[in-house]
Structure formats: structure tokens, C-alpha cells
């Protein structure tokens, strides 16, 4: 199981909105995200990261504009098979194309060994999204990064046969 000093986040507004719980959940954590980002910024901002690329990585794009599985491939080609990667999938109920992105990414991390999906999609609760119904809200924000959490126990345990118990975390 990786820690926050283990890990880089690229992402979207989705990321940009849950910096503080990212940041409680995985103290250490390196984040490189801004918003309105699709998934080719994602490629050009794993390329510039170049070899210091942390052991885990959180992929976490598509929200403005959907995914894209080429380049989806090419940012896992990018970071390689040596490191833990989670993908997290998408949540609007207002964007029709949100179930066969999410198919998509299922797909892509299912063909994957080190990669694994943060399942947002089946976690939130309307409690969790801002007014717009896309974005988290405060407590929504934890969700999402417990969410990223499980996702890396998930993938350790999966990796390790060893089972992953995750310290519950009060929310601030």
C-alpha cells in the first residue's frame, strides 16, 4: 500500500476540488492538476514527469471532455508496468456519454495488472456533489479520496495476497 509520499495525482477540477482531502488521506502527496484538463493534457503532464514519477499514480481526467482509450494506453505505456496506478472514473448524471466512459476505463484498467479502478461513480451520494451534480462538495471530496484509497488497497492486496486494512479516517 502506497503512502502519500509515494504517490502523484494528475487530474482535472475533479482533483483540483479535493486537494485538502487528497492531502489529509495521503499526507506527502504530490498533485498536478488544474481545471477544464482532458486526457491529452493528462499524456503531456506524465511526459514531463519523466523519470520522477512516484511508485503510484492517480489518473484522474475526462470529466470536460471524455475519454480518449488511445490515449488513455499511451499515458500507462508512459508511466510503464513497474508502478501501482489507479484510474478514477467519472460521475454526472447529466452527460450521457458518462456510462461508456466509464466502460472504457473499466476496460483499460481491467487489461491492466497495476492498475485499478477508484469506482467515484458508485460511491458518491448526492450529499457528496456540489450544485452542479458533478463536483464534490466538502464532505464529497473525502469520499472521492477514500475512494482513490481503496482503489490502492484493492491493487496491494491483489499484488501482495496479503489483505489491506485501512485505518478509518474521521472526516475533519
Known amino acids: 500500500m502506497p503512502t502519500g509520499d509515494e504517490i502523484d495525482v494528475f487530474g482535472d477540477s475533479m482533483v483540483v476540488g479535493s486537494v485538502p482531502a487528497l492531502e489529509y488521506y495521503f499526507p506527502g502527496i504530490q498533485i498536478d492538476a488544474r481545471s477544464n484538463r482532458r486526457w491529452s493534457d493528462g499524456l503531456a503532464a506524465v511526459g514531463s514527469a519523466g523519470t520522477s514519477l512516484r511508485r503510484a499514480v492517480v ?15 499511451a499515458i500507462l505505456a508512459e508511466i510503464g508496468d513497474d508502478r501501482m496506478v489507479v484510474i478514477v472514473n467519472l460521475h454526472a448524471d ?20 497495476n492498475v485499478a479502478l477508484a469506482d467515484w461513480d458508485s460511491a458518491v451520494a448526492a450529499e ?16 472521492y479520496a477514500a475512494t482513490i484509497r481503496k482503489a490502492f488497497a484493492d491493487l496491494s492486496t491483489k499484488h501482495t495476497g496479503k489483505a489491506v486494512t485501512l485505518k478509518p479516517l474521521p472526516r475533519p
Open 59 to 73: 489518473l484522474a481526467f475526462g470529466t470536460n471532455a471524455g475519454t480518449d482509450p488511445e490515449t488513455v494506453e
Open 128 to 143: 457528496d456533489l456540489q450544485a452542479d451534480g458533478i463536483h464534490p462538495s466538502l464532505g464529497g471530496a473525502h469520499t
Open 94 to 113: 447529466r452527460l450521457s456519454r458518462i456510462d461508456d466512459d466509464n466502460a472504457a476505463l473499466k476496460k483499460i484498467a481491467d487489461k491492466h495488472p
